[in-house]
């Protein structure tokens, strides 16, 4: 079934989304830390995808031998073991960085052989150390591109397609219109529904939505939300995803700095009182980002849905 179609349904739901883990993880550790959340009907379950890393391995003649470290589980095999186990729908994260046309579509192809039905079409980021973002030759350089082809070739039009937005913008855009202008392309070529980046201000996603709809868009727009679960947290999430944390947050939690739990169940409630909030304001569905540990989502979630 398409996303699409489950957001013509009244039901507010959650969205999950899941990261592939690493290859010490067995099949069944994975499938068993995504079990108690299927308690809660998500309709799909999103993956993530991740580029793949080189490392530079010297020679003995002074040169260095460039190879391929993959140390995360494929993305396909964990969308197969998802679907095969809970028969839900997945939706994988394709990302046009580090990958040719080409190989997009192969992967695409594969998705399709599977019986997947959604993909979230994505740009993706740079290679660590690298200042900006370089596509790859004979790839592609935004995502509304990648969006624009899924949509023309026959073997993939048939595709629902998710497209990442930000409410706080888009850490490359000089500022938020802009970056909505952007969203907008994607839109046009044929993206079904957003999903937001984590955010903790919820007025910050509210104004957003207003921006967008402004500008024209009116597919359906999903906040994303991630409960805060530790003090390290407060620095590592503004510095992976380029978001903010409201004063009240950050101060509460670097009282708490040296009580674990306490960082932890503050993170929770304020999740809960986000998704609360949201869910009053009428939003289709909260994505919930897991980052491979579900305990304090499933918690906002009991107390939400
Ligand atoms: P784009 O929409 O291409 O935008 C990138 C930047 O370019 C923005 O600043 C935009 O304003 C600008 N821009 C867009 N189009 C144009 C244009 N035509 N001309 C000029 N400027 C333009 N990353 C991963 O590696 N793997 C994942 O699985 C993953 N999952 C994600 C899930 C969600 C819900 C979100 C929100 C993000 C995810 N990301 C993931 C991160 C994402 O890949 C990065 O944030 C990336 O930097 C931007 O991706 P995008 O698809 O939003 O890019």
């Not at 799909?44 to 460039?66: C, K, M, W």
């Not at 939505?209 to 390290?232: D, L």
């Amino acid at each position: 079934m398409k996303i699409s179609e489950i957001l013509l349904g009244s039901r507010q739901f959650i969205s999950l989304e899941v990261v592939p883990p690493m290859k010490s993880i067995s099949r069944k550790e994975l499938l068993d830390s995504i079990r108690p959340l299927m308690e809660f009907n998500p309709p799909y379950i999103n993956v993530t995808n991740h580029r793949d890393e080189y490392v530079f391995i010297p020679q003995a003649d002074g040169s260095y031998l460039r190879k391929l470290e993959r140390r995360r589980v494929s993305q396909t095999a964990v969308c197969a073991s998802i679907m095969d186990e809970f028969k839900v729908e997945v939706v994988p994260h394709i990302i046009c960085a580090g990958a040719t046309k080409e190989q997009l579509f192969s992967e695409l192809s594969d998705f399709r052989y599977l019986g997947v039905n959604n993909v979230m079409a994505l740009r993706g980021d740079c290679l660590v150390g690298e200042k900006r973002f370089t596509p790859q030759v004979g790839g592609y350089s935004y995502a509304n591109e990648l969006v624009r082809d899924i949509k023309k070739e026959s073997s993939t039009s048939e595709l629902c397609i998710g497209v990442g937005a930000y409410p706080e913008k888009h850490f490359e855009s000089p500022n938020l219109e802009t970056d909505i202008a952007m969203l907008k392309a994607k839109v046009d070529e044929g993206a079904d529904y957003i999903i937001t980046q984590m955010f903790f201000d919820n007025s910050a996603f509210f104004k957003f939505v207003e921006m967008a709809r402004k500008a024209g868009i009116t597919i359906p727009i999903i906040p994303g939300i991630k409960p805060i679960s530790t003090y390290r947290q407060l620095t590592l999430l503004p510095e992976s995803f380029s978001i903010n944390i409201p004063l009240d947050l950050s101060k509460e939690i670097e009282k708490n700095k040296d009580n674990a739990q306490a960082c932890y169940e503050i993170g929770r409630e304020w999740a809960t009182m986000q998704t609360k909030e949201l869910l009053s304001n009428e939003v289709p569905a909260v994505h919930f980002y897991t980052m491979g540990k579900s305990e304090n989502v499933i918690g906002v979630i009991k107390e939400c849905f």
